[in-house]
C-alpha cells in the first residue's frame, strides 16, 4: 500500500524561527492535506492541496504540493509557543477516500 | 470537534472484556472514518462508509473488531474479546457536505487501555 515518509520526527526551536517538514510519498497523490494535533485532541486540519506545484499559506504557515506528487512541505515562519504540537500530513491517491497519514512531526518551541 | 462527538473519551477494561466506542456526528457529511492512533503505527485507518454502507473495511485488524452505521447520526466501533495489544486512541472522523469529501474533522477521540 501507500506509504508517507515524513520527516523530521521531531524538532525543538526557540520561538521566533522558521520551522520546514516535509512528506515524500512512495506513490503519486492526488491530494495533500496538513493537520495538527494538540495533547488529547483530535487533528485539525491546517491546508489542503489539490495540484502539483500549488502553494498555499494559512497566516503564518505555508504548504507546497510538489511537482512530482509524491511530495509536500510545510513551514511555519516566526514560531510562537501556541505553534507546538504534532504535525501530520496525510496524502490520498486514487479514486477512493482513504487517507494515509505521516508519523507525524513534534515540535517543541521553547519561549 | 465541534463536527464529531465521540464516548467515552477514556476507558479501561480488562483483557477479554468487550469494549463499544460510540461516533455522533453533529454536522453534514457523506463519509465517516474510524482511525486508530497508537505510538508505533501512527494513524491508521480501520474502516469508512459512505452514506452509511461500510465501503472499505480492509484496515480493520481482525474478526474482534466491528463497526455499524445505523444512521446519519451514530456509528460504533465494537471490539470483542479485547486484548492489551488494543490499547490506543481510536478517532472517528468524517468528510463530505459542505467542506468536501477530501477534508476530513475528527471528533477528540476515545483513549483505551486493555490490561
Known amino acids: 500500500g501507500q506509504q508517507l515518509n515524513q520527516s523530521p520526527q521531531s524538532m525543538f526551536i526557540q520561538e521566533g524561527e522558521d520551522v520546514s517538514m516535509n512528506c515524500t510519498s512512495s506513490?503519486?497523490?492526488?491530494?495533500w492535506l496538513w493537520y495538527k494535533q494538540d495533547p488529547g485532541e483530535g487533528p485539525v486540519l491546517l491546508i489542503a492541496?489539490?495540484?502539483?506545484?500549488e502553494l498555499t499559506s494559512n497566516g503564518r504557515l505555508t504548504a507546497q504540493f510538489g511537482i512530482t506528487r509524491k511530495d509536500s512541505f510545510l513551514n511555519i515562519s516566526a514560531s510562537i509557543p501556541s505553534d507546538v504540537g504534532i504535525y501530520f500530513c496525510a496524502g490520498r491517491g486514487g479514486s477512493n477516500y482513504k487517507l494515509t497519514f505521516g508519523k507525524g512531526t513534534l515540535l517543541t518551541v521553547n519561549p | 470537534d465541534a463536527g464529531v462527538i465521540q464516548s467515552p473519551r477514556h476507558e479501561v477494561t480488562e483483557m477479554g472484556q468487550e469494549v463499544t466506542l460510540r461516533c455522533k456526528p453533529i454536522s453534514g457529511h457523506d463519509y465517516l472514518f474510524w482511525y486508530r492512533q497508537t505510538m508505533m503505527r501512527g494513524l491508521e485507518l480501520l474502516i469508512y462508509?459512505?452514506?452509511?454502507?461500510?465501503?472499505?473495511d480492509s484496515g480493520m485488524p481482525e474478526d474482534r473488531f466491528s463497526a455499524k452505521m445505523p444512521n446519519a447520526s451514530f456509528s460504533t466501533l465494537k471490539i470483542q474479546p479485547s486484548e492489551p495489544r488494543d490499547s490506543a486512541v481510536y478517532f472517528c472522523?468524517?468528510?463530505?457536505?459542505?467542506?468536501?469529501?477530501?477534508?476530513?474533522?475528527f471528533g477528540a477521540g476515545s483513549r483505551l487501555t486493555v490490561l
Open positions: 462508509f459512505n452514506n452509511n454502507v461500510p465501503i472499505d
Open positions: 506513490s503519486i497523490f492526488n491530494t
Open positions: 492541496l489539490y495540484k502539483a506545484g
Open positions: 472522523a468524517i468528510a463530505g457536505g459542505y467542506s468536501g469529501a477530501n477534508v476530513l474533522t
